[in-house]
């Protein structure tokens, strides 16, 4: 169950009107946590987790992400939240579960009846993952840039020269999990959608830079070849693409307007 601690007026700046922060207590340990709540004017609502080393105002501080996807979101009628989970948590078990209890307390408390995952990076890695942990809360995923397999991704991570941000990235996995993927490979493998990714059967958009120097494009041709054949599942390569460039590629917002097109 998720705690509530506090709504308050006191969002980011570029928030929308009539947008909250959502403090509460975290499902698993109790522990402080919060999200940037948009209600919308219907029941379907967007989840924007944020990428690595950012927060849960990333939506609304980065000016490009911002000018880019906000807009058609609040055009949509959508509901929009946007959890800190934990900061870098790379849905780890225990941000599984307090995502599972915050999308119920939209519910509850919101009237939400179906989720679509949409993010990129750290976000996009989230995304898959919990749509392959949690399919009954996930009606449409889209995934950008994003790793697909932890235990591959973290063993590319590690050479990396100590200060790098995939060294970083490598390291605050395991901060996120506890053990390494060599110690605990039985979780990781819960933890991966190309392991999981039977469980991928709603509508899926996944995009991946052909030159992604932060998640190696090997990570998406990997799910996308698992998944190969599936009519749910789109996979865009751009070639020379960097770590940023799906976020910019209007086939994500397009597939985006067809899934709200399915609710009403």
Not at 50 to 56: K, R
């Amino acid at each position: 169950m998720l705690e509530t601690i506090n709504r308050s007026a006191a969002v980011p700046p570029g928030a929308p009107a009539g947008a909250y922060r959502l403090d509460y207590r975290r499902a698993v340990d109790g522990a402080a946590d919060w999200a940037v709540v948009c209600p919308g004017t219907r029941p379907v609502w967007v989840v924007m987790i944020h990428g690595h080393g950012s927060h849960g105002d990333q939506l609304f501080t980065r000016a490009d992400i911002r000018d880019a996807w906000l807009p058609q979101l609040l055009a949509s009628g959508a509901g929009l939240v946007s959890p800190n989970l934990r900061d870098n948590a790379w849905m780890s078990p225990a941000a599984a579960t307090d995502l599972h209890a915050l999308l119920a307390w939209l519910r509850s408390s919101h009237g939400a009846k179906n989720f679509i995952l949409f993010s990129g990076s750290m976000g996009g890695t989230s995304n898959l993952l919990y749509a392959a942990l949690h399919p009954e809360d996930v009606a449409a995923c889209v995934a950008l840039g994003a790793a697909t397999d932890l235990t591959s991704y973290y063993a590319w991570c590690q050479p990396h020269p100590a200060g790098s941000i995939q060294r970083e990235i490598g390291d605050a996995i395991v901060t996120a999990y506890g053990p390494t993927p060599a110690a605990a490979p039985e979780l990781y493998r819960r933890h991966s959608t190309v392991a999981q990714c039977a469980q991928l059967t709603m509508p899926v958009f996944f995009a991946h830079g052909g030159a992604d120097a932060l998640i190696p494009v090997e990570q998406a041709r990997q799910l996308a070849a698992a998944l190969a054949g599936q009519p749910t599942f789109e996979y865009v390569e751009i070639p020379g693409g960097d770590h940023d460039s799906p976020c910019w590629d209007p086939r994500a917002l397009a597939f985006l307007t067809r899934q709200f097109a399915r609710f009403p």
